[in-house]
């Protein structure tokens, strides 16, 4: 059985920083990454890591903020988060996906075929 368990959200003030975590178990992934959905708002890309040799992708909007990473013994991919700003929070999701074909995109939350349960981060101003 597939799981992706989140863990490390949190109520932070503005400019301070949180650490994601998220333990697969059951397999492993093509690649892994991150969502997140505010209140009233679309889903949205935050972060994916291509699993084999490291590829990173970043949305714009947590370049230079928000750094994923992955520990390949554990199974586990993370996301460091700094310079927290109030519009970051949300429900922020763990994703993984089992390939990427041609034409597909890191972007897009429906080519990531595994989700985990979600956890929250709250921003304060």
């Known amino acids: 059985q597939v799981q992706l368990v989140e863990s490390g959200g949190g109520l932070v003030q503005a400019g301070g920083s949180l650490r994601l975590s998220c333990a697969a178990s059951g397999r492993t992934f093509f690649a892994m990454g991150w969502f997140r959905q505010a209140p009233g708002k679309e889903r949205e890309f935050v972060a994916a890591?291509?699993?084999?040799?490291?590829?990173?992708y970043y949305a714009d909007s947590v370049k230079g903020r928000f750094t994923i990473s992955r520990d390949n013994a554990k199974n586990t991919v993370y996301l460091q988060m700094n310079s927290l700003k109030p519009e970051d929070t949300a429900v922020y999701y763990c994703v993984a996906r089992a390939s990427f074909l041609g034409g597909s995109s890191w972007y897009r939350g429906d080519e990531y075929g595994y989700w985990g349960q979600g956890t929250q981060v709250t921003v304060s101003s």
């Open positions: 890591i291509r699993w084999s040799i490291g590829s990173l």
